[in-house]
């Protein structure tokens, strides 16, 4: 959905089952943590949470994912003085039920600015391309090899799409917007509502 367009109730679940779950499970497992002779922490969060992998009309999963990678970090940091190792997965595109839980056919409000292109906005909301993972256990068995190391990753970067986004944080921002543009079919929203506004493009600064 698009962000302006959010419900503000359903975004707060989200940030529920990917945010302050990682606080809840984390104290429910610390004793364990604290016992074991080599402790590691593992957050499956999502490349989603770096900029170079913003994807329209999923600025309420992927700010969720952001807000699970900084908690995520910040136990890194303060956990190393009760001994326990905390890794980051920023895991890309991997094949599962992700697209099958999503609602069935989710369409932007009549309030919505993006109206005029209602058919492409749903038809990019719907997903598609971004979708299409790697097998999953490939990105298992390559997890445990990073993780098996003596001394694990703090970030590890496993599935389709994970080393593009690597990349991109080396890269200035909005770079790759061009190519998400195109791999998400945004470029047919924005020539809609370009359309709609008579021929009028908005300047960017």
Do not use: F, K, P, Q
């Given at each position: 959905m698009p962000v302006l367009d959010l419900d503000i109730a359903k975004a707060k679940a989200i940030f529920d089952i990917n945010v302050w779950s990682i606080i809840g499970v984390t104290r429910a497992f610390l004793p364990l943590l604290l016992a074991a002779p080599r402790a590691?922490?593992?957050n499956n969060t999502s490349m989603m949470s770096q900029i170079g992998a913003t994807v329209p009309y999923s600025g309420a999963y992927g700010a969720s994912k952001a807000a699970a990678t900084?908690?995520?970090e910040a136990l890194r940091i303060e956990l190393v003085a009760l001994n326990i190792r905390v890794v980051n997965l920023q895991t890309g595109s991997v094949k599962s039920s992700f697209a099958e839980n999503r609602v069935a056919k989710?369409?932007?409000p009549a309030t919505s600015a993006f109206l005029p292109a209602k058919a492409e906005v749903e038809a990019v909301m719907a997903g598609g391309e971004i979708e299409a993972g790697h097998d999953p256990a490939v990105w298992a068995?390559?997890?445990?090899a990073?993780?098996?190391?003596?001394e694990p990753p703090y970030w590890i970067w496993r599935g389709r799409f994970a080393?593009?986004?690597r990349l991109s944080n080396f890269l200035p921002v909005g770079f790759l917007d061009g190519k998400m543009r195109k791999m998400t079919k945004l470029d047919t929203v924005e020539k809609k509502m370009q359309d709609h506004r008579g021929g009028a493009k908005v300047k960017t600064v």
């Open positions: 590691l922490l593992v900084s908690l995520t989710a369409e932007i068995a390559g997890v445990v990073d993780l098996n190391r003596a080393a593009l986004v």
